[in-house]
């Protein structure tokens, strides 16, 4: 069975920092682009950045840029998302999620696998 399970997600004050992490199973995801998205309470679900399935490409919406980095570890099947200089309106669920085998991870490349989720609450 494929499972991608976030963790990491918890409760920060404005300005703090976060790291999340994905850690897949069932498959290797070594070839595929890995990305984060979040929602936040009624609002659409929205891309917040990814990674091609090299590594060598990585892509971010404005309002993380600056702040927030993602990385992977290929022998641990995990990816991250490191998240500083947090702010309230970084609030919500954040998925991640598997496109590939050998996508770049556009923003809207099609993702056929998802985590489940993990809440991040920032507070100001």
């Known amino acids: 069975q494929v499972q991608l399970v976030e963790s990491g997600g918890g409760l920060v004050q404005a300005g703090g920092s976060l790291r999340l992490s994905c850690a897949a199973s069932?498959?290797?995801?070594?070839?595929?682009?890995m990305g984060w998205f979040r929602q936040a309470p009624g609002k659409e679900r929205e891309f917040v950045l990814s990674i091609s399935w090299s590594g060598g490409s990585t892509y971010y919406a404005d309002s993380v840029k600056g702040r927030f980095t993602i990385s992977r570890d290929k022998a641990k099947n995990t990816v991250y998302l490191q998240m500083n200089s947090l702010k309230p309106e970084d609030t919500a669920v954040y998925y991640c999620?598997?496109?590939?085998?050998?996508?770049?991870?556009?923003?809207?490349?099609?993702?056929?696998?998802w985590g489940q989720g993990t809440q991040v609450t920032v507070s100001s």
């Open positions: 069932g498959r290797t995801f070594s070839n595929y682009a």
């Open positions: 999620a598997a496109a590939g085998p050998f996508r770049l991870g556009f923003p809207d490349d099609e993702y056929g696998y």
